[in-house]
Structure formats: C-alpha cells, structure tokens
C-alpha cells in the first residue's frame, strides 16, 4: 500500500515530517487510521508541499476530528471553522504577535482543543519559527517527591491571568460574549490516546491553584515551567511554504517567535481540533460554576 513517508524530527518522538500526501485529495479511512496513529506517538505531525484553500484546511483538520471554534471569531477567513494569524500592528512600530511564549491553547475552556494546526499562507524571509515542548517527557523526568507533591492538584484557567506573561488580543463584544467561565484542570492529567501522564501548563491563562498561597502556586508554575521548557524536550519547527502543521494541545506546549522583520507578513490558516468532553469529565474536571453547585 502506497500512501506516505514518516521522517522523525527528533531523536525523543517530538515531531514528525509526512511527505507524499496530498490532503486536497481524498484520503482513505485506513490511511486516516494510520495518521491518527502517528500523531499519538509524536505529537507534532508536519505534513510538506500542501496548498489548501480555507474549506481543503477545514476537512484536512477534519481527519483527526470535528472543528473548534476560536475565541476571536472576527478572525475567521474563507470557512466558519479556519481563522488567521498573523503580526498586527498595535501602534506605530509596535506589534504584536499571537502565541509569544509557551502556552496550551484555549485551555480557559471546560473541554480545550485536542489539536491546533496551522497551513502557511506567506512567510517571512528569515525567523518566525514555532517550538514545541514535549510535556510527557518532561512528566515523566520530574522527581517523585514532584510527582506526589502535584498530584491532585487542580489549576484555575481563565481568559487572561493576571501574572501572563504577555497581553493577549483583546476580546471583541461579540466573542466576550461567548467566553466560558473560569475553568479547574489538574495539573497532571493522562492523556487518552497514548495513555501516557502529561505536565497542563499555560501561564498565560493559569491564576490560582486550589489550596494554594498565591505565591506558592506562582512558585510552582514558575518551576515547572523551567523544568518542561528545556531543550531536551523541544522539536523547533523552521517553516516552509507548503507546511501544514498540527500538533496534540495535550502532549506539547508551544510558542511562536517574533524575531522576523516585522514588514514582512507571516501569515498562517488556523484551525482547531475538538477533544472529547469525556476525557475531561472523566479525570474529574469541572468548571467553577459545577464546583459552587
Ligand atoms: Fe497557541
């Protein structure tokens, strides 16, 4: 059976390449199966040479399952699931850039997204690559006294903490709207494909840990970030035209680098990939309103 190439990135299972596949054509159930496979065991699939519209993005998206809406629906482009990125200019010479330091997204949400991908529109011509931290691998290296001592305990993820590292784009009318309450999720959580244990981390979103002094919980996040965030644990990604990435929102944490020439457009198609309530519900997750209830 002929259907594509799979090239490891790294030596530690982060990040795979794909090469042969034409996602603008049909792809068969067995081949989906066999996708789905591999990006449980890396985590990061890179799919090379791909020219999607917005809808061909959107049922690529759609092998590893059904479409999530974004927080900032004014972002949408071309199909009412594939959003944009790219550097928008706040003030003269000044921009910002979405997803500038490690962070899972949506995880603000009572079920966050399995999956994020992104399909390359126009790069810059240096910089601007995306870094991904295995967070199994960085689980699985903590110490035992770590590993109990965070066991159990559960995190407060809101739209934008008060300690996040960076401003987030601010919501508009419409999409505030629509934002889910604050939402607990535990810090260590399993993942449900792999079966393997997983650091949840984002600062960005992260205010409070249950049972927790404030600066105790800063304290802790703060450690377990410097721990997740190390080399040993990152695939980098240089992008080429034609990459369609995505990656497990489960697995890695992720961030974008804002050290291109902010005059040239890096642009990129979004899509995100709905988890299954039940993997969270079952871990015992539940949001602050169930928690008054
Ligand atoms: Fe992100």
């Known amino acids: 059976m002929s259907d594509y190439t799979i090239n490891p990135m790294t030596s530690h299972e982060t990040g795979a390449e794909i090469i042969g596949l034409d996602l603008c054509r049909h792809v068969s159930d067995e081949v989906k199966k066999k996708i789905n496979a591999d990006f449980a065991k890396y985590h990061v699939l890179v799919f090379r040479g791909q020219k999607l519209t917005p809808p061909q993005f959107a049922a690529a998206g759609e092998i590893f399952g059904p479409l999530m809406q974004h927080h900032h629906k004014e972002v949408r482009i071309g199909h009412p699931d594939v959003y944009e990125v790219k550097q928008t200019e706040i003030e003269p010479g000044k921009y910002r850039i979405a997803g500038g330091s490690f962070h899972t997204d949506h995880s603000n949400h009572p079920c966050p997204p399995k999956a994020t991908a992104l399909h390359t529109v126009s790069l810059p011509s240096y910089g601007g690559d995306t870094q991904f931290v295995n967070m199994h691998d960085a689980y699985d290296d903590l110490p035992e006294a770590t590993k109990q001592r965070i066991a159990g305990l559960k995190a407060l993820h809101v739209f934008e903490s008060k300690f996040s590292p960076r401003k987030l784009r601010p919501l508009s009318e419409d999409s505030a709207k629509e934002l889910p309450p604050p939402t607990l999720h535990p810090l260590v959580r399993t993942h449900p494909e792999n079966g393997r244990k997983f650091l949840y981390l984002n600062p960005v979103r992260i205010e409070a840990i249950t049972g927790m002094e404030e600066k105790d919980a800063l304290a802790l996040v703060a450690e377990l970030m410097a721990h997740a965030t190390q080399k040993k644990y990152e695939y980098r990604h240089k992008w080429i035209m034609g990459d369609m990435v995505i990656w497990d929102d489960r697995s890695v944490m992720h961030q974008a680098n804002a050290d291109y020439d902010m005059k040239e457009l890096r642009?990129?198609?979004?899509?995100?990939v709905e988890d299954n309530p039940?993997?969270?519900?079952?871990?015992?997750?539940?949001?602050?309103?169930?928690?008054?209830?």
């Open 267 to 272: 642009h990129l198609y979004r899509i995100m």
């Open 278 to 293: 039940k993997h969270w519900i079952a871990e015992g997750e539940k949001t602050l309103a169930h928690a008054a209830a």
